[in-house]
C-alpha cells in the first residue's frame, strides 16, 4: 500500500509570511500531484510534477519532486488570505491511474 | 466549475438505509473515480471504472457497490448504513493517458442519524 505523509496538519500564519508544507512517502511514485480544497468544493489541481528533481513554479507558489520521487515540497511565498485552504498531496504509481492522497496540510492565512 | 456533476449535494439518511450517489463525468472523460473523504481518515480511493468497466478497487467495503454505465455517468450505492458511513464522497473524472488531471466534483456531503 502506497501511503502520503504530509505535514505539518495545521498551519495557521500572518499575511506576508512564507511557508513551506511537505509531503512524503516510503514509495516511489510515477508522478505527484498538488490539489487545493476549499471548503463545501472538490479538490483542484494546482500542479503536476513527474521528473525527480523538478521544480515548478506557480506565481507564489514553487513545487518541488524529490531525486528519488518519493517526496516533495511546496512552498509559498509572501502568504495571502486568498492562500487559505486545505492542500493535498496525491501520487500516483502503477499502471491504473489510482491517486492516492495524503491527508492534507490545512492552512489558515491570518490577515 | 468542473464539469464534474455530483447528485444529491447533501442527503440525510437514517443507520440501515440504502442510498444511490450519482456522478456525471466531465465530457469526453472515459475514467470514473469514487473517494470518501473524512476528517479522521482524508481522501479515501473507493473504486475506479473506465469505460463501463471496473479498473482499479480501493478501500471500498462490501456494503458499497458502483457501476459506470454506457452513457458513462457513474453511481455509488451504499447500503446497511452505519454511522460512521457519514463523510463526503467525491467523484472525480479523467482522460486515462499521460499524466492526467483529475476534475472533482463538488461532492455529496452524507449524514447517517
Known amino acids: 500500500t502506497q501511503l502520503l505523509e504530509q505535514s505539518p496538519q495545521f498551519l495557521s500564519i500572518q499575511e506576508g509570511e512564507n511557508l513551506t508544507v511537505y509531503c512524503n512517502s516510503s514509495?516511489?511514485?510515477?508522478?505527484l500531484q498538488w490539489y487545493r480544497q476549499e471548503p463545501g468544493e472538490g479538490p483542484v489541481l494546482l500542479v503536476t510534477?513527474?521528473?525527480?528533481?523538478e521544480v515548478k513554479k506557480l506565481k507564489r507558489l514553487t513545487f518541488q519532486f524529490g531525486d528519488a520521487r518519493k517526496d516533495s515540497s511546496l512552498h509559498i511565498t509572501a502568504a495571502q488570505p486568498g492562500d487559505t485552504g486545505l492542500y493535498l498531496c496525491?501520487?500516483?504509481?502503477?499502471?491504473?491511474?489510482?491517486?492516492?492522497f495524503g491527508k492534507g496540510t490545512l492552512l489558515t492565512v491570518n490577515p | 466549475d468542473s464539469g464534474v456533476t455530483q447528485t444529491p449535494k447533501h442527503l440525510i439518511t437514517a443507520t440501515g438505509q440504502r442510498v444511490t450517489l450519482r456522478c456525471s463525468p466531465r465530457?469526453?472523460?472515459?475514467?470514473v473515480y469514487w473517494y470518501q473523504q473524512s476528517l479522521d481518515q482524508g481522501l479515501q480511493f473507493l473504486i475506479q471504472?473506465?469505460?463501463?468497466?471496473?479498473?482499479a478497487k480501493g478501500n471500498i467495503l462490501e456494503r458499497f457497490s458502483a457501476q459506470q454505465f454506457p452513457d458513462l455517468h457513474s453511481e455509488l450505492n451504499l447500503s446497511s448504513l452505519e454511522l460512521g458511513d457519514s463523510a463526503l464522497y467525491f467523484c472525480?473524472?479523467?482522460?486515462?493517458?499521460?499524466?492526467?488531471?483529475?476534475?472533482f466534483g463538488q461532492g455529496t456531503r452524507l449524514t447517517v442519524v
Open positions: 472525480a473524472s479523467s482522460v486515462i493517458r499521460g499524466d492526467p488531471e483529475a476534475f
Open positions: 514509495s516511489v511514485f510515477s508522478s
Open positions: 510534477v513527474v521528473t525527480g528533481g
Open positions: 496525491a501520487g500516483r504509481g502503477g499502471s491504473n491511474y489510482k491517486l492516492t
Open positions: 465530457s469526453g472523460d472515459l475514467s
Open positions: 471504472y473506465y469505460n463501463g468497466e471496473e479498473r
